[in-house]
């Protein structure tokens, strides 16, 4: 009766503690994001029928009120080329005028009516500053929105201090709105971010929404993992997702297939572009991946797999046999295996070394969706007394009239078990106490499957 109460406790506790793994859920990511505003003289230039700043105004507003709520986000406000007159060209006329901190929305807004634009366009600088403005905190989305009519103009390089803060993981890639822009203007900007144009005051609108969009909300998207025959049958394998920019790790998700035969739906957030790895063996790589928003993304990855195994049967046998696997024509070893086991492959060719004594080398082809078996003969073993002294012992094979060594004996111990593959050894050993080369003395015997073999040193 104690014993069933005990059991019965384990398993309460045991099933406890599954339901609250199952139950875990993701700590919630804050995002932040700076709206970063072009206040150069050139904003006062005609959109429809009105001016560029007016316009911005107007739609940073509307956008600001829809943010109002939003759970696990904080914005803020920096300007550039709104202290200094453009005869001053100011390149270093850049300012946070609203940090980043809770329920500051109606304070950007107020800001932004305020400000009157007059200078230059600084673009690099102001980017570089912006990494100052992000508190430094774990679990954090830094995203910038950067509303410009205007490229450099201050010999500063935005791409490169994009890119360096993107490496960093300072900031993710910022997302762009080029209002009045032409073709050469994209160009420019291709390089910094995700860019939008926003020649219209529509346009403005239509971009707005879809960067805010993407800033806080994930996109849907399924992994194929394609066979030879360019289905997607494979799975029950761990994908990793990480920043292309800054090769943060984002995500971990174990491939499924759903009760429909398709693979299963898995969420990813649009603004990363992303480097895949499936932990297949060997692992397959792809990069520069990149999801839409509010789109299902459909990702094809060729891993056609099989199975090897390595089996040995018998009454004699290895005690905890492993091997080692490698791709034909490689030294980097993929994977130890356990003998008698089964282990998934990539389609190709290996090398597999059995680690019994002696080591076997063996080349396998892994073909799909087949179990590719390498079948051992069953050892024997050596059993070897070195009655009432130590000797300095090793076994040799003769390979194409050389010797190989196979196994040096334990010098300190006298009584050896050793279970080997079949086949005809030699042993060369020399009393340890004897003092001439030439009290060397050698043995030739052969292990037979299943059957043992004694020698006795002396």
Not at 98 to 103: A, G, L, T
Not at 190 to 200: H, I, K, M, S
Request: glycine share 6%.
């Amino acid at each position: 009766m104690v014993k069933l109460k005990k059991n019965f406790w384990v398993l309460l506790v045991c099933v406890f503690m599954g339901i609250s793994a199952f139950a875990q859920t993701p700590r919630p990511i804050k995002t932040r994001i700076l709206f970063l505003l072009d206040a150069s003289g050139s904003m006062y230039a005609r959109m429809d029928k009105d001016t560029r700043i007016n316009v911005a105004r107007k739609l940073l507003g509307k956008t600001i009120d829809s943010l109002i709520g939003t759970p696990n986000l904080e914005i803020a406000l920096r300007v550039y080329g709104h202290t200094s007159p453009p005869n001053q060209r100011n390149c270093k006329d850049t300012r946070l005028e609203v940090p980043f901190r809770p329920n500051n929305f109606n304070e950007v807004k107020e800001r932004i009516q305020a400000i009157t634009p007059k200078g230059t366009t600084l673009i690099a600088h102001s980017l570089l500053q912006a990494a100052y403005d992000f508190p430094k905190e774990p679990y954090t989305r830094n995203v910038i929105i950067l509303i410009t009519d205007g490229i450099e103009e201050c010999q500063g390089d935005p791409c490169a201090v994009s890119e360096a803060l993107q490496s960093q993981g300072v900031i993710l890639k910022p997302f762009i709105i080029g209002l009045g822009s032409t073709e050469d203007f994209r160009k420019a900007f291709d390089c910094v971010g995700r860019y939008y144009d926003a020649n219209t005051e529509q346009g403005f609108d239509d971009a707005l929404k879809i960067v805010v969009s993407q800033a806080l909300n994930n996109t849907t998207a399924q992994v194929n993992l394609l066979d030879v025959f360019s289905k997607p049958t494979e799975t029950n394998v761990n994908m990793s997702f990480y920043d292309m920019n800054s090769g943060q790790l984002l995500y971990n998700y174990m491939h499924t297939i759903n009760e429909r035969g398709n693979p299963d739906t898995i969420n990813l957030d649009p603004i990363y572009r992303y480097r895949m790895v499936v932990h297949t063996i060997p692992p397959v790589v792809k990069e520069n991946i990149d999801v839409t928003p509010g789109k299902h993304t459909i990702i094809g990855v060729d891993a056609p797999q099989g199975q090897l195994m390595v089996k040995v049967e018998g009454l004699t046998n290895y005690n905890g046999l492993q091997f080692l696997v490698r791709q034909k024509g490689s030294d980097k070893t993929l994977h130890v295996q356990d003998g008698n086991t089964k282990e998934k492959y990539l389609v190709g060719k290996y090398e597999v070394e059995v680690l019994s004594i002696p080591r076997m080398v063996r080349e396998v082809s892994i073909d799909q969706s087949y179990t590719t078996t390498l079948q051992l003969p069953q050892p024997g073993k050596l059993v070897v007394n070195c009655q009432a002294q130590d000797y300095y012992a090793d076994v040799y094979q003769t390979i194409r009239n050389e010797l190989v060594w196979v196994y040096k004996f334990p010098v300190e111990k006298r009584n050896h078990v050793i279970v080997m593959q079949p086949g005809d050894y030699k042993i060369i050993y020399r009393a340890k106490g004897a003092s001439k080369s030439s009290y060397t003395f050698e043995r030739v015997f052969k292990i037979t499957s299943g059957q043992a073999t004694n020698i006795t040193l002396n």
